[in-house]
């Protein structure tokens, strides 16, 4: 069974900081993605970044960059220069490109202090 | 906004009530999806559609009955449904099955509370 591990329920920074979300995910198939998605109050699932399992470079996005380990089965996330309107729940997730399941994890609570 | 529509936004109701939640994308998906979201809980994925036809109920009770008239439009049925019930339930769509690195569109949820 495919499974996706956040260990962190709640973290916090300062503004301006950089902060790394854990998530780490098992399955047997060799096709794969992840993702991570951003969840604010107010409840849009907003995708934040991807990560193709075949591709050994990070994915990057602005600010957002990922931290891809496959033999380590990790995938974690790293916001730099935190801002305020980076508070929320944030969700790891596993697609498998055979049944195109999504999978998540219980997420983590990131605060942003001022 | 992200292309998935819900509605009602929230909806209070009572054990004995049928009431129906609504999704709708105009995205060209093929897929579609139920998701329930509790507390301290991951996303458990319900019921999912791929081109019209229900591909996956994973033993959800049949108090909710899903309904997919269309690749567009996809419907969640309540019946007698219980406290316990009382969660967020998310809608997304996306591309099936094309090896796409597309994750899912969400909707914004119907905030259920079971009384």
């Known amino acids: 069974a495919q499974t996706v591990t956040q260990s962190q329920p709640e973290m916090s920074v300062q503004e301006a900081e950089t902060v790394t979300l854990s998530c780490t995910y098992d399955?047997?198939?060799?096709?794969?993605?992840l993702f991570w998605y951003k969840q604010p109050p107010s409840r849009q699932m907003i995708l934040v970044i991807r990560?193709?399992?075949?591709?050994?470079q990070n994915a990057t996005e602005n600010r957002f960059s990922v931290n891809f380990q496959k033999a380590a089965k990790s995938f974690s996330l790293k916001i730099s220069d935190s801002q305020l309107g980076d508070a929320a729940m944030y969700f790891c997730?596993?697609?498998?490109?055979?049944?195109?399941?999504?999978?998540f994890g219980t997420g983590t609570l990131l605060a942003v202090q001022p | 906004e992200t292309g998935v529509t819900q509605t009602p936004r929230h909806l209070v109701m009572g054990m004995t009530n049928k009431k129906s939640l609504k999704c709708e994308q105009h995205?060209?998906?093929?897929?579609m999806y139920w998701y329930k979201q509790s507390a301290k809980k991951p996303l458990e994925l319900m019921f999912v559609y791929n081109f019209k036809e229900q591909t996956e109920n994973n033993s959800v009770p049949s108090r909710f009955s899903p309904e997919c008239p269309n690749s567009s439009h996809l419907f969640l049925h309540l019946h007698t449904l219980q406290p316990e019930d009382s969660a967020l339930y998310l809608c997304a769509s996306s591309v099936p099955l094309d090896g796409s690195n597309y994750g899912y569109t969400f909707g914004s949820g119907t905030r259920l509370t079971v009384v």
């Open positions: 399955t047997s198939e060799s096709d794969y993605y």
């Open positions: 997730a596993l697609r498998d490109g055979a049944t195109n399941k999504l999978i």
């Open positions: 990560q193709e399992a075949y591709k050994q």
């Open positions: 995205l060209g998906h093929n897929a």
